[in-house]
């Protein structure tokens, strides 16, 4: 089974911190991506990444950066953490296979809060 | 434009009864594929079933049935037999093309009545 694992359930930060939301998966897949969740407008795409170093921003990137420096690896960061940036964070891989790309797993969730 | 709506926010279902799921989507690329998820309270999001623009039939996979209607641009998700582990949001989600990323809807949150 894939496993992806995130590094905490629950986070709560002070305004301006730097935060870092850590994401591992260990099924060699080379797609990684980050995701927002609030409610009534479903899951929102931050940043994702196809292979190591690569990154391609999604619909709302600003005030978020990522690292992937390893495969398994994709790590989140808030730069100046901002109450607005307060919701659900999910991480997801997905398998890139010639021409198909497969459905993508999810870990369980970051709630952050910004306080 | 949106590219998933889900028009439904919330339902309640009988337990052992179906239940019907809207999905419409909108995107001019032939070649897309339909994706539909399932996030109990616990957070984690499930991948239930898939349905490719090309696929003559449509999907099953147990008690999840996917209705895709091409020509209406709408996908449905149909649970059959509901138990009240089905009490969760589902998300309805596409992928255009060979792009890695899916757009999601709003979500419908299921609730089974026993």
């Known amino acids: 089974d894939v496993k992806v694992t995130q590094s905490s359930r629950y986070l709560v930060k002070r305004t301006g911190e730097k935060v870092f939301l850590e994401c591992v998966q260990d099924?060699?897949?080379?797609?990684m991506f980050w995701y927002r969740q609030d409610p009534g407008l479903g899951l929102r795409l931050i940043y994702f990444?196809?292979?190591?170093?690569?990154?391609e921003k999604g619909d709302i990137p600003e005030g978020y950066s990522v690292s992937r420096e390893k495969k398994e690896r994709f790590s989140l960061i808030l730069e100046s953490a901002s109450t607005n940036q307060t919701s659900m964070y999910l991480c997801?891989?997905?398998?890139?296979?010639?021409?198909?790309?497969?459905?993508?797993?999810f870990g369980p969730g970051t709630r952050l809060t910004v306080t | 434009a949106q590219k998933i709506t889900q028009t439904q926010p919330g339902m309640f279902v009988q337990e052992k009864e179906a239940v019907t799921l809207d999905c419409t989507y909108d995107?001019?690329?032939?070649?897309?594929?339909l994706f539909w998820y399932k996030q109990p309270s616990s957070g984690e999001m499930i991948f239930l079933i898939y349905?490719?623009?090309?696929?003559?039939q449509n999907a099953t996979e147990g008690r999840y049935s996917l209705n895709f209607q091409k020509a209406r641009k709408s996908a449905n998700l149909v649970i059959s037999a509901s138990q009240l582990g089905d009490s969760a949001m589902y998300f309805c989600?596409?992928?255009?093309?060979?792009?890695?990323?899916?757009?999601f809807g709003a979500g419908t949150t299921v609730t089974v009545r026993a």
């Open positions: 990444s196809y292979d190591v170093k690569m990154k």
């Open positions: 995107t001019s690329d032939p070649s897309y594929g």
């Open positions: 989600a596409m992928r255009e093309g060979r792009d890695y990323k899916l757009s």
């Open positions: 099924m060699d897949h080379e797609n």
């Open positions: 997801a891989s997905s398998l890139t296979s010639g021409r198909v790309v497969y459905e993508q797993y």
């Open positions: 349905q490719g623009s090309y696929d003559q």
